[in-house]
């Protein structure tokens, strides 16, 4: 299946857009859960199986595929999707070990109960690690289908294990967590969240070029754009927690207020805070731009990140 | 750095050959620490660094380099144990987890604190889940340096994912925590460990096998042999659970029994598990043999499953 992606301008519908993608994503997923879980004990696979099938913006996937396309020009295939997935497969178990009693202890993921509070938390923290070499399996084989040459696929497999290693999702998740309760500064705020968020943002971009065989000045060019939008996302995300409403969030609006956390609105007020998402969408698609990237998915997903009310 | 492999014989001094084998291994784990936990925050290198320095056997990276010998022949690189080293961050991550309040909820490991005793329940839990991009990096690393081609690069990493993920070693987890507490049969007690332990350890000798260029056939046998004697280990490690000291252990003695965990000697009695242990030894050396794979060492390290006190 291919879907014809919309041309950009005035009457881009980036609403449309997200859902056509999203879909896409959600049956790459579906159809890559099988090889995910596969050989593994029932009692494992259903909790894999439940975290996959959480809902989500999918945002990460969806920019991988709109960096493929950057690159290569025209439709995506299937198989573009399911490369993508195993990005969102890394992001799924960082969320659902977040989610555990002993980091974030919370009871509800996009409005369903979390991981660990259907399998317990021995199952979900198993279930969450057994993500990693999960997402390495469905990214080397979906790399493959694209006949992407193996000194590549070794490179994304590389890019996918460094972001969502120590030195960036998982560092981040840890900063993050010792952040709550005290105040950060503007540059402990901002390391934790390149970590956090922005290093598995710039490798979904990352990945998508480099499967799509980039050269280096468009892949730096998709990094820095994911880095900034990376951040925009974070900053909105707070925002959104200040002004949302738990039922549109899937979670509980006011939390991280309630837990004592540094946010962007705490640290540089909403207004400033909104100044600061503005001007990262600003950088990223200067970014794009300088290195003659374009793209008009990119684009709109910019400006979607910035304008998001959920 | 070489050291000339021992040959085997009535004067082989297999427990020479361990503590030198050993040594470089722990070698190449402290080289490879520095790379594993690059760029990461303090707070997550020191508890992943504490866990990779806890003392072990280090028979699977032992098992890695022996299986490249077989193979090749000759001396074994410091670049074959860096490879090899990747197998013990895989392990190491799996006894953080398996320590952990909401698994096996263990003080000490080999005499030491253990990881969330020392670090709390998240560090522990994140630094074990950021030691498997680690690995997958130190993996890759050191067979570029052996110059092994990228595809067999892809398939090495491939294997190590495989089996330490759900079909593999997590499972085998998971499955040996829900045995707690109530009796295995036979069959669900050889499936619990054919993942946990079998998994990895053969892993350990493809690997091994792999990176050096094996056939088909030798590769197989490796395989084979390293089944056989993941279940001789276990088996083996449930006995010295039950006729053995804590202090030698560095664990504590009659812990299975106290938690009413199903092990080889409660189904099978002393005299039947160890007759179970020699049977398995015995079919891995008929498996070498059958494929002429010649290695003075691998039939020292099966003998010495067989034989060990501690």
């Not at 099938?53 to 295939?77: F, H, Q, Y």
């Not at 468009?218 to 909105?236: D, P």
Request: hydrophobic share 45%; charged share 25%.
């Amino acid at each position: 299946m291919t879907v014809q992606a919309p041309s950009a301008g005035p009457s881009f519908d980036t609403e449309a857009f997200l859902v056509r993608e999203r879909e896409r994503v959600n049956a790459a997923l579906a159809a890559v859960t099988n090889d995910a879980v596969a050989g593994a004990p029932e009692s494992l696979r259903a909790p894999m199986g439940y975290a996959l099938e959480t809902p989500g913006k999918r945002i990460r996937p969806i920019l991988c595929a709109a960096a493929w396309r950057a690159v290569r020009g025209g439709e995506a295939t299937d198989a573009v999707y399911r490369l993508a997935a195993a990005v969102e497969i890394v992001h799924t178990y960082s969320l659902v070990h977040d989610d555990l009693p002993c980091m974030d202890d919370d009871a509800l993921r996009r409005g369903r109960p979390t991981v660990h509070r259907v399998y317990g938390n021995a199952r979900a923290m198993l279930a969450g690690a057994a993500l990693i070499p999960a997402a390495v399996r469905v990214l080397d084989g979906a790399a493959r289908t694209l006949a992407v040459p193996a000194e590549t696929r070794r490179a994304l497999v590389l890019e996918l294990c460094s972001a969502g290693g120590a030195e960036g999702m998982v560092g981040g998740q840890l900063m993050d967590l010792e952040g709550e309760g005290r105040s950060l500064d503007w540059d402990a705020l901002e390391a934790v969240h390149r970590c956090k968020t922005g290093a598995l943002l710039a490798a979904s971009l990352r990945l998508g070029g480099l499967a799509a065989g980039a050269e280096e000045d468009a892949l730096a060019a998709l990094s820095a754009y994911g880095r900034h939008i990376g951040l925009a996302f974070q900053i909105v995300d707070d925002i959104l927690d200040v002004v949302g409403e738990s039922h549109a969030l899937g979670k509980t609006a006011g939390k991280d207020e309630s837990s004592l956390k540094s946010t962007y609105p705490s640290v540089f007020g909403l207004d400033g805070a909104r100044s600061l998402a503005a001007a990262s969408i600003a950088d990223a698609l200067s970014d794009l731009h300088a290195a003659a990237v374009t793209s008009p998915d990119l684009e709109a997903l910019a400006r979607y990140v910035l304008e998001r009310t959920h």
